[in-house]
């Protein structure tokens, strides 16, 4: 079993900056990419960016590209979002979550969100 737990979150400006943190603990931690999606009020879930194991791949939404950087440092089993030029249409709960080995696309854990609001 792994849990993911998300912090970071809060209130921000139009334009300004946030990290967000992705902590995952358990007795189990395999080769699992890791990846950030958000959800919006009223909208469905979509994604936000991914990155492989071994953190040499990564993969943005378009909304997103240029502006966020998922990094992740196994060691300390951590995925991070850095979030900069944030727009009020970023404002929404964001998920970590960590990709099935087995089937590809499938997310297999996830945490329960932070809430990220930004104001214009």
């Known amino acids: 079993q792994v849990q993911l737990v998300e912090s970071g979150g809060g209130l921000v400006q139009a334009g300004g900056s946030l990290s967000l943190s992705c902590a995952a603990s358990?007795?189990?931690?395999?080769?699992?990419?890791m990846a950030w999606f958000r959800q919006a009020p009223g909208k469905e879930r979509e994604f936000v960016a991914s990155?492989?194991?071994?953190?040499?791949?990564?993969y943005y939404a378009d909304s997103v590209k240029g502006r966020f950087t998922i990094s992740r440092d196994n060691a300390k089993k951590m995925v991070y979002l850095q979030m900069n030029s944030l727009k009020p249409e970023d404002t929404a709960v964001y998920y970590c979550?960590?990709?099935?080995?087995?089937?590809?696309?499938?997310?297999?854990?996830w945490g329960q969100g932070t809430q990220v609001t930004v104001s214009s």
């Open positions: 358990g007795r189990t931690w395999g080769r699992y990419a």
């Open positions: 979550a960590a990709e099935s080995s087995v089937v590809s696309g499938q997310y297999i854990y």
């Open positions: 990155i492989s194991w071994a953190g040499d791949s990564t």
